[in-house]
């Protein structure tokens, strides 16, 4: 099953942070995003002019609301810094990745 399958889990504290060898793993599903501080995905998008970033923002919003999962959004022109991680745990569980993949079909 791939990430974009897959449902991110809520977490209330009680998930484990990944891995570095499982975050490892997970971003070879996921292409152009980064580990930042080894807590956060990180990702930036880029576009022509302003309203390209704001549109993918706007439906960031969406998978995140239907997910349960939200990101951070850095919307500039031309650009969008889309910053994930799960806050309960300080840094990276499965449902970050399942929710970066989802990001990027949507930038498709």
Do not use: R, Y
């Amino acid at each position: 099953m791939t990430l974009t399958q897959k449902k991110c889990i809520p977490c209330s504290g009680g998930t484990p942070q990944l891995t570095a060898a499982q975050q490892e793993e997970f971003l070879k599903e996921i292409s152009g995003w980064n580990v930042e501080d080894k807590k956060k995905l990180v990702k930036t998008f880029s576009f022509d002019d302003f309203n390209g970033a704001m549109k993918l923002a706007n439906k960031c919003w969406e998978v995140a609301e239907s997910e349960g999962h939200h990101p951070d959004l850095f919307v500039a022109w031309g650009k969008l810094k889309v910053e994930i991680w799960t806050h309960a745990v300080g840094g990276l569980t499965e449902s970050d990745f399942i929710l970066a993949a989802k990001i990027d079909e949507l930038a498709k």
